[in-house]
């Protein structure tokens, strides 16, 4: 098979590198890849919001399957156009896709539905939401409705910080017309757990939960990042938790969607907070997290194209689904002043036998060397029977990898140590 994966981030690398398990993989052509990607499949400069592009090329090179990872062209309908084109694809089309595309459409959903979540408002103009935050209890989260990499969010802790986050995000159009209209939701308080599923609209698998780490610096401090590092499985996530998730949370998600003529096929990314009143969703994802899929689908002892195709097909349910009992720990090395200002094209290098346990992001190929290109560069990500010696392994892994201005958290799992001790 011809398979095509649209994305060039660790996330796509991650999902890559485990495609490459099935022999049936004849061909991964990623689009448009990065310098690190090149080295496990065919990278073609076409952007990820190209779909035109993107459904020409997969035309005219005969793709058998795609995968649509990133949240861009899936909100823009690059499966929707896929499809029509008789490509087969992993991923949701642009109606399900919402679900991530509009924070204002999932905060309705949910209400409609029943599903536990913050309260909430919304508004499209910057003078009622100033109007609000006058009397709103404080701390507040306030997020644009739109798209926005992962940085659209803002837990204010003062009222200042509130109104800063309105004006960022509607007059200065930081996120341009994602800021168009913003929610302001009530701040919850608890453990935050991280759970990827595949679904096939009517059947909804769990993979292994994880935990993120959203803050550029130690103790969660710092700028919101696109993320710093992952450990997996999240140990506040137990077997109860689990079940009630599933009963309060995952199905009548993927029912309500189904019942608004938006099912949804792929993976359902749900960010949830174990309050003292029991779990609530924070924000859906239409697609696999980054990098939470850096400590996920290591631990997937099962074909992920064979799940993939299951899912595609509306074939879930007769498709086994399995994971290692076992933990992973990513962490993220990025280049120093992320997620703001920071310089790039400085040489990345490792020792022999680390690629293995790297996935890359922001990296490219420059005079035959590979260079850093963005502010995540790349993630390691290391795989043990305990936690401890998971995190243990990717830090050893992380200190020999070298370029100028790299930087990384020193304390990714340290939370979820606390909790297992």
């Known amino acids: 098979m011809k398979l095509l994966v649209v994305g060039g981030g660790g996330r796509e690398h991650a999902i890559i590198r485990k495609l490459k398990e099935n022999p049936e993989a004849e061909q991964i052509i990623a689009l448009p890849g990065n310098g690190g990607i090149a080295r496990d499949a065919v990278c073609v400069n076409i952007a990820a919001k190209d779909i035109d592009g993107i459904v020409d090329f997969a035309v005219k090179n005969r793709i058998d399957y795609a995968v649509v990872a990133?949240?861009?062209?899936?909100?823009?309908?690059?499966?929707?156009?896929?499809e029509a084109a008789g490509i087969p694809c992993f991923g949701p089309r642009a109606a399900a896709a919402a679900i991530e595309g509009s924070k204002v459409f999932a905060k309705e959903l949910?209400?409609?539905?029943?599903?536990?979540?913050?309260?909430?408002?919304?508004?499209?103009?910057?003078?009622a939401a100033y109007a609000y935050l006058e009397k709103a209890p404080i701390p507040t989260v306030v997020k644009a409705d739109g798209l926005a990499l992962g940085?659209?969010?803002?837990?204010?802790?003062?009222?200042?910080?509130a109104?800063?986050?309105?004006?960022?995000?509607?007059?200065?159009?930081?996120?341009?017309?994602?800021?168009?209209?913003?929610?302001?939701?009530?701040?919850?308080?608890?453990?935050?757990?991280?759970?990827?599923?595949?679904?096939?609209?009517?059947?909804?698998?769990?993979?292994?939960?994880?935990?993120?780490?959203?803050?550029?610096?130690?103790?969660?401090?710092?700028k919101n990042t696109?993320?710093?590092?992952?450990?997996?499985?999240?140990?506040?996530?137990?077997?109860?938790?689990?079940?009630?998730?599933?009963?309060e949370i995952f199905l009548p998600t993927i029912r309500a969607m189904k019942a608004e003529g938006?099912?949804?096929?792929?993976?359902?990314?749900?960010?949830?907070?174990?309050?003292?009143?029991?779990?609530?969703?924070?924000?859906?994802?239409?697609?696999?997290?980054?990098?939470?899929?850096?400590?996920?689908?290591?631990?997937?002892e099962s074909d992920l194209l064979t799940v993939m195709r299951a899912v595609t097909e509306g074939k879930l349910a007769q498709c086994p689904v399995r994971f290692r009992r076992a933990h992973a720990c990513c962490v993220i090395l990025a280049s120093e002043g992320y997620p703001?200002?920071?310089?790039?094209?400085?040489?990345?290098?490792?020792?022999?036998?680390?690629?293995?346990?790297?996935?890359f992001a922001g990296a490219a190929m420059k005079d035959g060397k590979l260079v850093t290109s963005g502010g995540r560069v790349l993630g390691v990500t290391a795989a043990a029977d305990s936690l401890p010696e998971a995190v243990r392994r990717a830090y050893e892994l992380a200190e020999g990898i070298r370029f100028e201005n790299?930087?990384?958290?020193?304390?990714?799992?340290?939370?979820?140590?606390?909790?297992l001790a």
């Open 226 to 247: 696109g993320g710093m590092g992952t450990v997996a499985p999240n140990p506040y996530f137990t077997p109860e938790i689990e079940k009630r998730c599933m009963e």
């Open 110 to 127: 949910m209400k409609k539905y029943g599903i536990p979540t913050a309260k909430y408002e919304v508004f499209s103009s910057p003078e």
């Open 151 to 161: 940085k659209g969010v803002t837990v204010a802790m003062t009222r200042d910080e």
């Open 163 to 222: 109104l800063a986050a309105v004006r960022e995000i509607m007059q200065d159009k930081k996120f341009g017309a994602s800021g168009d209209r913003i929610v302001i939701e009530e701040y919850l308080e608890g453990p935050e757990v991280s759970v990827l599923s595949f679904t096939d609209g009517n059947t909804l698998v769990p993979m292994v939960s994880s935990m993120d780490h959203k803050r550029a610096l130690d103790g969660d401090r710092g």
């Open 340 to 359: 703001e200002h920071y310089a790039r094209g400085f040489e990345i290098t490792m020792p022999e036998g680390t690629e293995k346990n790297v996935y």
């Open 70 to 82: 990133p949240d861009d062209p899936l909100v823009l309908g690059c499966v929707n156009a896929l």
């Open 406 to 419: 790299r930087y990384f958290r020193r304390d990714i799992g340290r939370k979820a140590m606390e909790a």
């Open 262 to 300: 938006r099912e949804f096929r792929g993976c359902l990314y749900f960010g949830l907070m174990l309050t003292k009143d029991g779990p609530k969703v924070i924000e859906y994802n239409c697609r696999f997290g980054d990098p939470e899929t850096q400590v996920v689908l290591p631990l997937l």
